[in-house]
């Protein structure tokens, strides 16, 4: 699992993190992308 919130504001990989966490929802979904990550449903929205 990575962490969302601690990760990507500080990373230089941020597109990265973000394109594969785009990815990993239109694979498994907004749900389990958001618990996978660490993160809120909102945010894999957006």
Do not use: D
Request: include cysteine; charge should be positive; glycine fraction near 4%.
């Amino acid at each position: 699992m990575i962490n969302y919130y601690p990760t990507v504001p500080k990373s230089s990989n941020r597109i990265r993190v973000n394109l594969e966490m785009v990815r990993y929802a239109k694979k498994f979904g907004i749900w389990t992308t958001a618990r996978h990550f660490g993160t809120t449903c909102v945010t894999v929205q957006i």
